[in-house]
């Protein structure tokens, strides 16, 4: 099992930043591909970014809609991982979810195991 509790969400004018950050525990932290999705209101759940382990060299991936924008990067030692989101607009407005799964720069719900409660990201235009 791994537990994951996300934090660093709040409410920001557009063109702001914040940092999301996701606290593991439980199985090793290293051996997991990380993935963040969000959730707005009525939509479904959307990939945004995920992150392979150190040892498959932190490759990345992000959704269109992000790219040049967030990024997202691990720390083994700390056993987190962040999203940092620049330029933020109002469509990034929803809940953000820190995902654990395999080894991967996965993209679908469905291939993470373990997810975190979420953390609410506002953005006012």
């Known amino acids: 099992q791994v537990q994951l509790v996300e934090s660093g969400g709040g409410l920001v004018q557009a063109g702001g930043s914040l940092r999301l950050s996701c606290a593991a525990s439980g199985r090793p932290f290293s051996g997991h591909g990380m993935g963040w999705f969000r959730q707005a209101p009525g939509k479904e759940r959307e990939f945004v970014a995920a992150?392979?382990?150190?040892?498959?060299?932190?490759?990345?991936n992000y959704a269109d809609s992000v790219k040049a924008r967030f990024t997202i990067s691990r720390d083994n030692a700390k056993n987190t991982v962040y999203l940092q989101m620049n330029s933020l607009k109002p469509d990034d407005t929803a809940v953000y979810y820190c995902a654990a799964g395999r080894d991967s720069r996965a993209t679908m719900v469905r291939e993470y195991d373990y997810w975190g409660q979420g953390t609410q990201v506002t953005v006012s235009s």
């Open positions: 992150i392979t382990t150190i040892e498959s060299g932190a490759s990345t």
